[in-house]
Nanobody
Framework: QVQLVESGGGLVQPGGSLRLSCAAS????????MGWFRQAPMKEREFVAQ?????????YYTGSVKGRFTISRDNAKNTVYLQMNSLKPEDTAVYYC???????????????WGQGTQVTVSS
């Protein structure tokens, strides 16, 4: 049974930082592309970042987070991270990690999903 469990969300002031983690089990982690998506209230779920399967580990970001967010993975720990710096109120959303067998920004290409973790950016 595949499980993806996110952690690290919370309340942070504008300009602050958070690091999200997603621990995976039940799949050959290194062979999957891992992505982060987010969904704000009353909005569609949107792609945030992806890191491709090993060994390439190529990264992709949506424009609004480039230069502020960094996705990384630790295959030894079956974990993917999202380091979020210079956070803005518009980053407020539920953040989901997901696993895909392909490089894609489309949520429908991701087979496995976590339950999500809330990130709130507010003063």
């Amino acid at each position: 049974q595949v499980q993806l469990v996110e952690s690290g969300g919370g309340l942070v002031q504008p300009g602050g930082s958070l690091r999200l983690s997603c621990a995976a089990s039940g799949l050959s982690f290194s062979g999957y592309s891992m992505g982060w998506f987010r969904q704000a209230p009353m909005k569609e779920r949107e792609f945030v970042a992806q890191i491709s399967a090993s060994p390439s580990g190529l990264t992709y970001y949506t424009g609004s987070v480039k230069g502020r967010f960094t996705i990384s993975r630790d295959n030894a720990k079956n974990t993917v991270y999202l380091q979020m710096n210079s956070l803005k109120p518009e980053d407020t959303a539920v953040y989901y990690c997901a696993a895909s067998s392909r490089v894609s920004r489309r949520s429908e290409d991701y087979r496995y999903w976590g339950q999500g973790t809330q990130v709130t950016v507010s003063s």
